[in-house]
């Protein structure tokens, strides 16, 4: 993948070129050993991988790579999405950094990714990890280890809200993004112990809501302490309703969170096709240093593919809602079908060295951009 010019991108991202050079020798070893195993990638860098392998140490060892990694976020994005998910390492016993998930069997760690969407998937910009043994060592609690990510993005999130999912579906965070002033939309956790909702006067709510119909409350107490809206709707073919709270309109704050649903795509890609799941580093700090450099891969690789989308199968197909509107053509059906970076890391592209060089070119000017925005004078 030649063409895909990894050198020109990281100059974005790093102000000393012999840094922003090593950076892209690893950065193309995950992109070819689509792996972010330390092991993996030196395989796949120029030079003998005993060397490549201790290079790669140095280098996260010496570069703040998750301060790099929050250079992505986009200012102009209407929302800022909060995604875990779980990490099993069933074999890593003795592993610092390593506890048990919410089965409380399994061995392994929760890692959290903050992006913007970009789309129909999302750009990060922001990762930290934690597991029951890290919250343990700290003496504090899941709150804190969330809210040092949230403090990392305030200063960039401004009026923009945080869209979250169930499992930020507690009281402590609540209290957190009224003092700090953050807006927020959090899909409900009514599965195992539903929380208790109140009005003011202390009358207790019982939401509910009937199929194919949507029901709003205003000015609703979460546990007869926090303020919210609340809006819920149960659409048909859906197994269950999905009720949402924010301290925003609670319709926009619905339209929101559809706009976040679009989105659960990413991990996917992350996993299948770079190997995140596979994740695994001595130290946790080298572990999110890793993870930051995989998601800045992925981003270039994510912004790439998406050119190369459009060129094979045309523009996205119109969004409509309508049930009269023609049926998608066989070039549109793809371009639903396939992700950005699936085509890049998987199709065997038809394109002439020219046309890919030019695609990397537009794409280079969007990656200047989202970087290095405009300044307001």
């Known amino acids: 993948m030649e063409f895909t010019r990894i050198s020109a991108f990281m100059q974005h991202l790093f102000d000393r070129e012999s840094v922003a050079r090593r950076a892209a020798e690893i ?70 950094y390593v506890g048990k998930l919410s089965d409380g069997e399994t061995r392994g760690y929760w890692l959290l990714v903050l992006s913007t969407p970009f789309r129909g998937r999302a750009i990060p910009c922001g990762v930290l990890s934690y597991s029951s043994r890290t919250i343990a060592q700290g003496a504090g609690s899941r709150n804190t280890q969330h809210w040092q990510a949230f403090a990392d993005l305030k200063a960039l999130l401004g009026e923009k809200p945080l869209v979250l999912d169930r499992e930020f579906s507690y009281l402590e965070l609540l209290h957190y993004c009224n003092e700090a002033g953050l807006r927020f939309v959090i899909r409900l956790n009514l599965r195992s112990q539903p929380p208790k909702f109140y009005t003011a006067e202390g009358r207790e709510v019982v939401l509910a809501v009937g199929l194919g119909q949507q029901e709003v409350y205003q000015q609703l107490l979460y546990k007869g302490q926090v303020r919210v809206n609340l809006i819920g709707v149960w659409r048909k073919g859906s197994s269950e309703p999905l009720w949402v709270m924010s301290n925003l309109p609670p319709e926009q704050a619905l339209r929101i969170y559809h706009g976040r ?95 890919l060089r030019q695609l990397v070119d537009q794409v280079l000017l969007t990656f200047a951009a989202l970087v290095c925005p405009p300044v307001r004078t």
């Open 27 to 96: 950065v193309a070893g995950i992109l070819e050993g689509r792996s972010p195993r330390l092991s993996d990638i030196a395989q796949h860098m120029p030079g003998t991988p005993a060397a490549n392998y201790k290079a790669i140490q140095r280098f996260i060892a010496g570069t703040d790579l998750k301060a790099v990694l929050r250079r992505l976020f986009q200012a102009d994005a209407e929302f800022v999405i909060g995604d875990p998910t779980e990490m099993p390492r069933p074999q890593a016993y003795k592993t610092a």
């Open 261 to 355: 649903m679009k989105i659960d795509e990413s991990f996917k890609d992350l996993k299948n096709l770079l190997g995140l799941d596979m994740l695994m580093n001595k130290s946790q700090q080298h572990m999110e240093q890793m993870a930051a450099l995989t998601l800045i891969t992925y981003a270039i690789g994510l912004l790439i593919g998406e050119a190369l989308r459009d060129e094979l199968y045309g523009p996205p197909p119109p969004v409509t809602h309508s049930s009269a509107d023609a049926k998608p053509s066989a070039r549109q059906r793809k371009w639903q079908l396939y992700s950005g970076l699936f085509i890049l890391l998987k199709h065997k592209l038809s394109l002439s060295r020219k046309r």
